[in-house]
């Protein structure tokens, strides 16, 4: 599975979630401020650029 990079774009919390968080976090929204969250706060990360 996927995984992406989170940025609130609320709060600036970071963090690093898989496909089935990212879709519950769109939902729910920021985990650290409650703020709504969109599609452009998530990143995807390649599994090839573990740096
Ligand atoms: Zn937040």
Same mark, same amino acid.
């Given at each position: 599975? #996927?995984?992406y990079r989170f940025t609130c774009p609320n709060c600036d919390a970071c %963090? !690093?979630?898989d496909g089935g968080v /990212?879709? /519950?976090l769109l939902i729910?929204?920021?985990p650290v401020c409650a703020g709504a969250v969109d !599609? &452009? %706060?998530f990143v995807e990360? #390649? &599994?090839h650029? !573990?740096?």
């Open positions: 599975m #996927s995984e %963090a !690093t979630v /990212r879709e /519950r729910v929204g920021c !599609t &452009p %706060a990360v #390649s &599994p650029n !573990t740096e």
